[in-house]
């Protein structure tokens, strides 16, 4: 019988004043009986509404039976057919817009908690399977993938499966992409991503590091010269965007793709690490994204005493998570809404000269117009209510775009006004024969899982072009 409970099985966490002074996971996952009890809320519709939600296809009442019939093993089976990375997937997917906003139990309640069961069944599966991966026999065929985010991890994944040489080409030291550079610790573990990887390598990918392409080597010359007979680009947006007002350019002011890069690519939360990272009292980010929360949490965990997220409309407005949000609150961040930076400044040495460091921030406060292009309601300025919020590090989390690199260096390869890559009928087929692309070099900044399933179809389309030739 369903479990008509109308709300979600809470999810346990840390407590908000201890996690915020440490990197360990949030949440700290369901228990067995917590995760059936949530399973049998689901009422098994026969139409399925959730699976048209899930941009990899999870057949999702179907691993939740599995749940509650207390096959955990079968109910990854289930996930890990269609979706490579279900482990990461349940962690940092927007289930809420996504398969969870198609739940029938949510019209009137709360949806059931399909991200946390997927997690759930994920972290059965780690902690209790030694997996053993099947290296499949080769079909002859040899294909590339620039990037190791998770558009290219899914895509080498579903390659590899059906027996293509597949090589990973990741510009860092270490494979993971945005999974490992701007994703914190505390809310996806970079033990979860390297064992991700270590089952592409069991499948025999071959991930080459330090490799950035259009420096290192060019597109043409893994077709032209090497043998590769389809490329994927999958490197992702991590091109930062900063607002060109006064005092950028002065110490103390980054963009959130740095920041987290140094704290969470390059350990910088780690005493054992010597990566420099600003250390400071007050910290003022820029923005009302899954970034800007992840910039703020950091911050205060990196040990400020005051972190302000500024943003220039309502909180309504936010494209963040709502658990991000409440996350971030929970843990003291202070939300300044309807405010924005018009300028950075500098501080003053003893002697009077300018420091070249960040002091402080102007903002002026903002009101809602008119719906802008978005359907969003236009913040507009408010004259004379500017003030200034004393910080001496401000942290621009305004959204990114791809990186001009490989298309400035791959003829044939065109992109819009935006630098996304440009696409055909079927989203993934670049303007180049053979060139594949997804994710966010294709969408601009968007989502994980979006991401995955970019990663899927282009493998889908790489496979039919190479097959038909």
């Known amino acids: 019988m369903a479990n008509m409970c109308p709300t979600k099985t809470p999810m346990p966490t840390q407590e908000p004043e201890v996690r915020n002074k440490n990197f360990e996971e949030v949440a700290t996952g369901y228990t067995l009986e917590m995760a059936q009890g949530e399973a049998e809320r689901c009422l098994h519709c026969k139409n399925m509404p959730c699976v048209s939600g899930c941009p990899v296809n999870v057949q999702i009442p179907d691993f939740i039976k599995k749940i509650v019939d207390g096959d955990l093993e079968g109910a990854y089976q289930v996930i890990s057919s269609t979706n490579a990375l279900p482990a ?3 962690r940092v997917c927007p289930q809420e817009s996504q398969c969870e906003s198609k739940c029938v139990r949510g019209i009137k309640t709360e949806p059931v908690g399909i991200g946390r069961l997927e997690r759930f069944v994920a972290d059965w599966h780690r902690e209790n399977v030694e997996e053993q991966v099947e290296k499949p026999a080769s079909n002859g065929h040899k294909v590339a993938v620039v ?11 579903d390659l590899a499966k059906q027996g293509y040489q597949v090589t990973v080409f990741e510009a860092f030291h270490t494979a993971g992409g945005v999974l490992v550079y701007g994703i914190p610790e505390f809310r996806l573990p970079k033990a979860i991503v390297a064992g991700e990887v270590d089952k592409l390598k069991a499948l025999g990918v071959e991930i080459m590091t330090d490799m950035v392409m ?5 597109i043409d010359e893994l077709m032209d010269d090497m043998g590769y007979e389809a490329v994927f680009i ?6 930062p965007r900063f607002m060109n007002i006064p005092g950028e350019g002065l110490a103390g002011v980054c963009s959130a793709n ?5 704290i969470n690519l390059m350990k910088g939360y780690l005493p054992e690490y010597d990566t420099p990272v600003i250390q400071s009292k007050a910290v003022a980010v820029v923005g009302g994204g899954n970034v800007a929360m992840d910039a703020c949490r950091c911050a205060k965990r990196m040990g400020a005493e005051h972190v302000y997220i500024v943003y220039r409309r309502s909180e309504v407005e936010m494209p963040a998570r ?16 309807l405010c924005n930076p018009v300028e950075i400044i500098g501080g003053v040495r003893e002697d009077g000269k300018p420091s070249g460091r960040a002091a402080g921030c102007k903002c002026i406060r903002m009101e809602l117009g008119e719906p802008d292009a978005s359907g969003r309601r236009r913040p507009i300025e408010v004259p004379g209510s500017e003030f200034v919020l004393d910080v001496d590090t401000v942290i621009m989390a305004l959204g990114t775009s791809p990186n001009p690199l490989i298309r400035s260096t791959t003829p044939g390869l065109e992109a819009n006004r935006r630098g996304c890559l440009i696409v055909g009928e079927d989203d993934v087929s670049t303007t180049r024969t053979g060139v594949f692309a997804g994710g966010d070099a294709v969408t601009g900044a968007a989502t994980v899982i979006l991401a995955m399933g970019a990663g899927k179809k282009a493998a889908a389309a790489m496979d039919k072009y190479i097959q038909s030739k």
Do not use: D
């Open 258 to 262: 740095e920041y987290l890069t140094r």
């Open 234 to 239: 999958g490197t992702g947006a991590g091109l």
């Open 322 to 337: 709502n658990e991000e949000i409440e996350h971030a609150k929970e843990e003291g961040i202070e939300f300044l809404t």
């Open 147 to 157: 990037g190791s985010g998770p558009s290219g991890l899914t895509c080498a994944a």
């Open 214 to 218: 259009g420096k290192v080597l060019s």
């Open 88 to 90: 990461i997937s349940g």
